[in-house]
């Protein structure tokens, strides 16, 4: 059975600190894993990796894959309070195209 | 249209009645997923189409639950007969085959009564 999981469940830091988030799965017929940001309702997109060891960067966040150990990580530096929001990481099975997602970490961010 | 819109966005329903929730998908996108997120849960896949087809259909319920695509644009999800548990954000997803990558819409969230 498809399986991922997100540690931490839920993490409370203040503004300006950095959080890593992570994200371990094992699922058959892995193909990419992507990693999406919920704030109220619809999950927005932030990064697509396919492949290990090579990191994507939008501003303040990255994320690096690592496909041997089957997990990967989400940082965010100088975090701000907007930053407040469920981070969901979820795999793509080759062939089936559906996202299996994890429970996602529910970051808080403290001014 | 710009994203992935949904309709409509709050639908509150008695137990038994049947409900139709709408998804128009992001122009030229040929894939459309359903998911839904029930309260404290993650996002569960329902259904996935390719144009008009519904390759997987895995992740449907029960069959109270169906779905379709017409034009292969707007697709519309059916619960007949609706069941407390059955009560969840239903999200619509967009996608085209030259990137995995799919884009969400901003969800129906049904309750039932």
């Known amino acids: 059975e498809d399986k991922v999981v997100q540690s931490p469940l839920s993490l409370v830091v203040h503004e300006g600190d950095t959080v890593t988030l992570n994200c371990s799965y094992e699922?058959?017929?892995?193909?990419?894993l992507l990693w999406y940001k919920q704030e109220k309702k619809a999950p927005t997109f932030l990064f697509m990796l396919?492949?290990?060891?090579i990191e994507k960067k939008s501003g303040r966040l990255s994320s690096i894959l690592d496909k041997k150990e089957l997990f990967s990580i989400l940082n965010i530096t100088a975090t701000q309070t907007g930053d407040s929001a469920v981070y969901l990481c979820?795999?793509?099975?080759?062939?089936?195209?559906?996202?299996?997602f994890g429970q996602g970490t529910r970051l808080t961010i403290n001014p | 249209g710009a994203g992935v819109s949904q309709s409509p966005s709050n639908k509150v329903t008695e137990k038994g009645k049947d409900v139709e929730l709408r998804c128009d998908p992001i122009?030229?996108?040929?894939?459309l997923y359903w998911y839904r997120q029930s309260l404290g849960q993650g996002l569960e896949f329902l259904i996935y189409?390719?144009?008009?087809?519904?390759?997987?259909k895995s992740g449907l319920p029960s069959d109270r639950f169906s779905a379709e695509r017409t034009g292969g644009s707007v697709s519309t999800l059916t619960i007949q007969r609706t069941q407390q548990e059955d009560s969840a954000v239903y999200l619509c997803?967009?996608?085209?085959?030259?990137?995995?990558?799919?884009?969400f819409g901003p969800g129906t969230r049904l309750t039932v009564l």
């Open positions: 997803a967009s996608g085209n085959r030259a990137t995995d990558t799919q884009y």
């Open positions: 699922v058959t017929n892995f193909r990419s």
């Open positions: 396919t492949s290990s060891g």
């Open positions: 979820a795999p793509i099975i080759q062939g089936a195209q559906k996202l299996v």
């Open positions: 122009s030229g996108h040929t894939a």
């Open positions: 189409f390719q144009g008009n087809s519904a390759p997987d």
